[in-house]
């Protein structure tokens, strides 16, 4: 399976301000995922992160909060914008493999909004 | 509404102490179901992928079955170091034809010595 590693491994910002969280893989990879894991609950999908075309996201997402980019097959980062500290959580990023459908998962960003 | 369901939330075993958690579903279209063991500040580690009812899988100390409506995931004879949260997740076709994942809440396993 894929290395994966998530800069920074966590953070706590002010109310108000972004953070952009890195997701780099040691191979190219054809799909790369951003989920949320909120305090004491599971994981729920953010967005899939295209590589050159705008992310999918889910609904309750939108662009202007959790803008994505994904310049290559390889990375990709994650901005939370105007945090607020219901954005404390754990956000992990995934990469999928077509042959087995299995997603494997970074370490995750602790993020902590004051 | 696609779902995925697990039970206990906490478990608390004496080392030896064999038991099983279950992880149900209802979903439209299902394409996989996977185990994943998440310790504490860190991400979920893939265990099983599993297809079709009746498929079995192994790992260790670690046994994950499937029927149509559920998976268990048998824990024989744990150690402390199985303690861990067991997170289950069921792969669905969505409306727009893709697929995506849909996880449970998982069950948070304490192993005592």
């Known amino acids: 399976s894929a290395v994966i590693s998530q800069k920074p491994s966590r953070d706590i910002c002010q109310r108000g301000t972004s953070l952009t969280i890195q997701c780099q893989v040691d191979?190219?990879?054809?799909?790369m995922f951003w989920y949320r894991q909120q305090p004491g609950q599971s994981l729920t999908l953010i967005a899939t992160?295209?590589?050159?075309?705008?992310?999918?996201?889910e609904s309750g997402f939108v662009i202007d909060k959790f803008p994505i980019s994904r310049p290559n097959l390889t990375f990709s980062t994650l901005t939370v914008s105007n945090m607020s500290p219901e954005d404390s959580s754990i956000y992990l990023c995934?990469?999928?493999?077509?042959?087995?459908?299995?997603?494997?998962f970074g370490p995750g960003t602790r993020l902590t909004v004051l | 509404e696609d779902q995925v369901t697990q039970s206990p939330e906490a478990l608390r075993l004496q080392e030896g102490e064999s038991s099983s958690l279950n992880c149900s579903y209802t979903?439209?279209?299902?394409?996989?179901l996977f185990w994943y063991r998440q310790d504490p500040g860190k991400g979920p580690e893939f265990l099983f992928t599993l297809y079709s009812a009746g498929e079995e899988k192994e790992k260790e100390r670690l046994k994950a079955t499937l029927t149509k409506k559920e998976s268990f995931l048998h824990i024989t004879a744990p150690k402390p170091e199985d303690s861990a949260t067991y997170l289950c997740?069921?792969?669905?076709?969505?409306?727009?034809?893709?697929?995506?994942?849909?996880f449970g809440t998982g069950t948070r396993l304490k192993v005592l010595a």
């Open positions: 997740a069921v792969q669905a076709i969505t409306t727009s034809g893709t697929y995506k994942y849909i």
């Open positions: 979903v439209s279209g299902l394409r996989g």
């Open positions: 191979s190219q990879v054809t799909m």
């Open positions: 995934s990469v999928g493999s077509r042959r087995t459908d299995t997603q494997y």
């Open positions: 992160a295209n590589q050159g075309s705008e992310a999918t996201y």
